[in-house]
């Protein structure tokens, strides 16, 4: 099997490198903004030509929230615009496409239950509307594609919420963080894995699925547990979503129904403070490694 992955200097696209290390078997072709513009239909034409793909996975993504708020050109671009493309010249070729979409595309409202795949979006923000916009083209174009979206990522790698947390909190800096936005933390190296048992079963069951880690958690909760892990005695106080100004609305409940993609794929999911564990480990032996 020969697949591309585009985005891979990201999160996700860099944990699909790590996991596709242990699938020999499979050749893969990663590609970053550097070396492929996917915004450009010459260039991914030209690309997509030189190669016969059997699957294009797409982890490029613009996730500055609320800058796509004040620059929701080129969100759009990026996010809806770019899949469009991808998924033409993949027709075009009879590749499988697999994409990631995002929590935002639902208004973060509920209060009863996780949403599932059947919820009818209504995203709040640029974000979340560029992203569904995407899945909508991508849809269009390849029906037979996999959507995964998916909530609060991070990994060792990177910027992200873990790695910030960490470095405030070894300055001492007071913090403040928003203890009414519930979800579910999802290590990136889980959903890589993820990808690859999916990949790896032989079996293309196209359509949308939910992925985060198991279990629930504030923002608040997650930092706690952040500093709790990594023994770094920092400040740390929770706040509502109101005290906080940003430009974005941030949904306030975004936890998403893993049932279809558990039961599609036998997918065993780690809890979300197991999986925060092994993150953090990895990143403090890196420090480690860096120091010596």
């Known amino acids: 099997m020969k697949i591309l992955v585009t985005g891979a200097d990201g999160q996700l696209g860099s944990s699909l490198k790590k ?3 242990s699938h020999p078997e499979i050749e893969v072709d990663y590609t970053d903004a550097d070396t492929l513009d996917i915004t450009s239909r010459e260039d991914v034409a030209a690309y997509l030509s030189k190669k016969s793909y059997d699957l294009l996975i797409n982890c490029a993504a613009y996730t500055a929230v609320d800058k796509a708020e004040s620059d929701a050109l080129t969100a759009t671009k990026i996010n809806t615009e770019a899949v469009g493309i991808l998924a ?4 075009k070729r009879h590749t499988r496409v697999m994409h990631f979409s995002t929590d935002y595309v ?6 009863c239950r996780p949403y599932n795949e ?3 979006p ?8 560029t992203k569904l916009d995407g899945e909508a083209i991508l849809k269009s174009f390849c029906p037979d594609a996999i959507i995964i979206r998916t909530a609060w990522l991070y990994c060792e790698n990177g910027h992200n919420f ?12 007071p913090l403040r963080v928003v203890c009414d936005q519930i979800g579910t933390p999802t290590y990136a190296g889980d959903l890589a894995t993820a990808v690859c048992e999916i990949i790896s079963s032989g079996k293309w069951c196209p359509g949308i699925y939910h992925f985060t880690n198991e279990g629930v958690a504030s923002w608040y909760d ?8 990594a023994e770094v005695p920092a400040e740390v106080a ?10 974005a609305r941030r949904p306030l409940y975004s936890l998403l129904d893993k049932t279809k993609i558990k039961k599609t794929y036998s997918l065993k999911i780690p809890y979300w403070e197991d999986s925060l564990q092994r993150c953090i480990e990895k990143i403090m032996r890196t420090e480690s490694i860096t120091a010596k």
């Open 122 to 129: 209504d995203p709040h923000t640029i974000y979340g509307r």
């Open 222 to 229: 997650f930092a706690k547990a952040i500093f709790r892990i």
């Open 118 to 120: 059947h919820d009818e």
């Open 238 to 247: 929770p706040c509502m979503s109101h005290e906080y100004a940003s430009a």
């Open 19 to 21: 996991a596709f290390s």
């Open 88 to 91: 033409a010249e993949a027709k």
């Open 106 to 111: 639902f208004p973060g409202d509920h209060t």
């Open 162 to 173: 873990v790695k910030t947390m960490l470095e405030k909190g070894r300055q001492n800096v």
